[in-house]
């Protein structure tokens, strides 16, 4: 029977990481289980670094970005000395279940480490990039895609202002889901992403072609798994000899006051993981699938995403 | 065949009805047929009241809160005169398809219009109530949610300062859904929605034995078709003799710049709703439904929302 | 010399208190001094709720709304038992100054009780409703604003788009700056505020013509202290037969993350009120005047704000 | 006496032109003078592009960035021809005065242009650099401040939470005014500016030294005219070998609705605008002076900016 739970985070940051730490925590204590919180991912699980988190250590915290656990990176994981550490302390403190709020990193390390030491691993999908296979939604996604689209309308209002051509580039350094998101939502002329080929010069030719016609500004995203914006507009400057600049907008899109689904989804998604080492189950990874909390298993999800780009991508060109 | 289709919008605004507009449009028109914009709803289609829309005709509308083409109420299309003259202005005008963009109302209308004069009507889910039976999410949900977290979010600032008890009246005439993500996103102590019968002794008894173990503030949300925060604070301040606030959001919530999944749906629906018409079908609402683009008929669209609320309270009434 | 200051926030929260209170524990501790927290106002004096703030106690606050030293009520402070009370305290901790964050009610508290006791206080203003006599800018009025503002701009989406007339009601019981501020950069056509008689009858007149030239949408903006927004939207429906909204934004405005405005000045007004207390001047409140940091006597702060209104007014009316 | 003037937009784009756009045409027609838009700044005046604008020419913009007038470089306006011609459509349109909307750049091709041909010319300072020698607050700087403030709190979530160094690369080539507000309003570490010469080695010191006592976040901005964020972070890395990244926000601090303060100070900059040309007052720019409407004669104007930088960086420092 669960009487212990630890929580951690791990990889980047991401804008619900919070919420899930609330769900996970009063979720826990309302099923009378004790939840502990490890600190910097699994380093605090190498180090001790973790203590006994109570019904008020997690208020406040459902309207802040990044996470009260902190994370970081963790080489010394990935040894199997440090793996030992990380079992030590799982066993001093007694602890019957891990719950694991990240992206694929961190479910490769819960996948490995469950296995191996046999500690029940839950995983929540968290991550600004939406990159886990078999999961449509992860937590923090929605809130950095609002974020990059407020950037956008900004710099539109340039675009138009100025007549001027602009790439700005957005999270995804294996996917374009979020690049794809962004395009469309800000009506954006182009978009490029790590999945597809994309034939610049071709693109070059739509400008010229359209500037012909009057089209005045153009946006064009490119997710940073695809390419550089500032290296994209040198190459169109050169190819139309039309002005034009590039934006990275970088970490802005990773903190920030989590979006209402965002958080909605973090407390669901707190709640199954805690629900699922109740039952006794391990090995797998919560996230939204269908517009429902879903879980697949940890094997699946760490695998490289697929998912039906060309129906958006089809339609950024369709409205353009 | 399809040659040209008109579209409107009725009811109350809602924040992506533009990018909608832009998608019949711009979709329509690279599917070879003209699209005609009908202002202020029935009533345009009744006075003659439309204009064909062009590609740039949409141009810049997809970030704009509100609608283009206005809406308004009509009594008159609810009279046998007021749709003879709105069937004379689709005949006249040779329109072979209606993109009605709205909520229940709208599409009772629409449904029994099409079905009385034969006239290929399809809906898109717009509402900010998101109150449409069959249909998981509506254009303008996300971005009313998102307004009211904000809200939410700031009178925390204030309950928490001032150790007070709030009383937030959000949309939601017959439906809670807004009320309940709002409450579980932000954190809410309590929630009263019109599918519910709430016990509002019982929640200041809760308020009272929190208050003597040391809780400081409340925030309870209550959908406006479930009683009005003014009076429902009221009756705390004189059950509990704690000094209670209320906050009205009202129509803040209706307008705004659309969130990203608030345009991305929108978007997407607006290419469904003419794919529909182009296909030779009619009769249907088109929303998301499990995560996706999907249809429901007319005649189910418009009974009472049926959606399971139990796991939302329950889990708002564990995380508090 | 100045060896201990206190530090509270009192009267109603105002976005920017928490980085003023940043500035007095750092400026403070910068210049050897110790800086203690009060809780909840005059009752944490009255009742020994202080605690010596460091470094890192005010880590992270400069950002957030609301005031972590909390704020209250306090009529026992207005009796000769509470003040003794609080002086013993102030007594007992050996502080030689208070700062005293708040408004009109706060300054006058700590001009009496100053100089009945003999303690050094001094005053940073911060209201949101920017009543404070002699000063042009207080922490708080720039953020409740810019809250007001985007409200005011959500509304006009739908004022536009289903052509009504709106009444919003803002902050501001006895002073109508917000509403003026608001009016003007919200593009509002009328205003109403408690500064100045107001003819609804005329306001009418000039909807009825407007009307009739093909004007559509208004948005009046009326302070709380010139009206309430439910009573004067039914009255302009009577009177115009034109449906007519009424919003009130109520405690939204008084939360929320400040803006830079609101902090800047918040911080250097928290410098200053320090600098004060170690010259050993004292009964003076710090506020922005001719865009600068200023001081006002406490007995000139606590009269009723004259303000030019008439060029703010005038300019609403012209640019409408 | 003057009866048509005309309104142009040069340079940068800011938030809040279109305010003042808004003011000089409404403020104009209500003085009984028309008013004549003029696109893409000296660019439409040496190629008439140009229109009268009526009063609803500029309903809605208040609320949007950008400016509709458009604006661009016009290096032919800096040869005797492009004069001769902008001077000769001053002349076919009887365009009794100019009122330029810009920057630096804006002004000292107004003033020399005024002069040589006798055109009325009057400036409105607009500019997100707020770089104008003797004017305190142009319109957009608060506005760009506020956008930028956002993405540092923003990273503040991840610095914290991830424990790292960012460095920030915020809008000012030749003026650190905003890398210092935003500094001080972010609660930023360290600020380098073009006006100060600045000790990475220091700095880097500061960090070590910080590090080692506990501090494990570090937010440190940079004006664009002081160096680059991505090679500053790159030093840092080498010289502490702790990670930094690095962010250089670019346009997105240049577009966006504009803030309160940004839309105020436009509309009474455009009524103070045009009542200079109607008293016959030429060769002035106006901007806010000590909280209020002010002007400086072009010519101090384009000198470089002289402010007090050194109370405000001691703050930083002071505060950190």
């Known amino acids: 029977m669960i009487k212990r739970i630890a929580v951690l985070t791990t990889g980047g940051d991401a804008p619900g990481m919070n919420p899930a730490i609330r769900a996970v925590v009063r979720y826990g204590l309302a099923n009378k289980i004790e939840v502990m919180g490890v600190f910097r991912g699994w380093w605090g699980l190498i180090n001790e670094e973790l203590k006994v988190l109570e019904h008020r250590s997690v208020s406040g915290i459902i309207s802040q970005g990044g996470t009260i656990l902190k994370t970081a990176r963790c080489p010394e994981f990935e040894t199997k000395e440090g793996q030992e550490r990380a079992f030590n302390t799982v066993k001093k403190f007694a602890i019957d279940g891990l719950v694991v709020i990240g992206g694929n990193g961190s479910f490769t390390a819960a996948h490995l480490f469950g296995a191996k030491y046999n500690v029940p691993c839950v995983g929540i999908a968290a991550s600004i990039d939406n990159d886990i296979n078999g999961i449509d939604y992860t937590i923090g996604a929605d809130t950095a895609i609002n974020t990059a689209l407020a950037a956008i309308d900004n710099i539109r209002d340039t675009a138009t202002s100025m007549e001027r051509i602009f790439v700005v580039e957005v999270m995804g350094r294996k996917c374009g889901f979020i690049a794809l998101a962004v395009a469309l939502a800000g009506g954006c002329e182009e978009v490029f992403i790590p999945e597809k080929p994309f034939d610049l010069e071709e693109a070059c030719h739509n400008i010229v072609h359209g500037n012909l ?34 934006v990275t907008l970088g970490h802005i899109q990773r903190g920030g ?37 879903a879980s697949v298993d940890f094997a699946t999800a760490i695998k490289k995403k697929e998912f039906n780009l060309e129906g958006i991508y089809s339609l950024i060109k369709t409205l353009t």
Chains 1, 2, 3, 4 share one sequence.
Do not use: Q
Not at 220 to 240: N, P, S
Not at 275 to 284: A, F, R, T, Y
């Open 213 to 246: 016609a009057g089209k005045i500004s153009w946006i064009i995203v490119v997710a940073e798994g695809a390419g550089h914006a500032e290296d994209i507009a040198k190459k169109i400057t050169e190819m139309t000899s039309l002005e034009t600049r590039s």
């Open 257 to 293: 006051r989590p979006t209402a689904f965002s958080r909605d989804i973090a407390l669901n998604l707190g709640k199954a993981a805690v629900d699922c080492l109740l039952k006794g189950e391990k090995d797998k990874a919560f996230g939204i699938v269908n517009g429902h909390v």
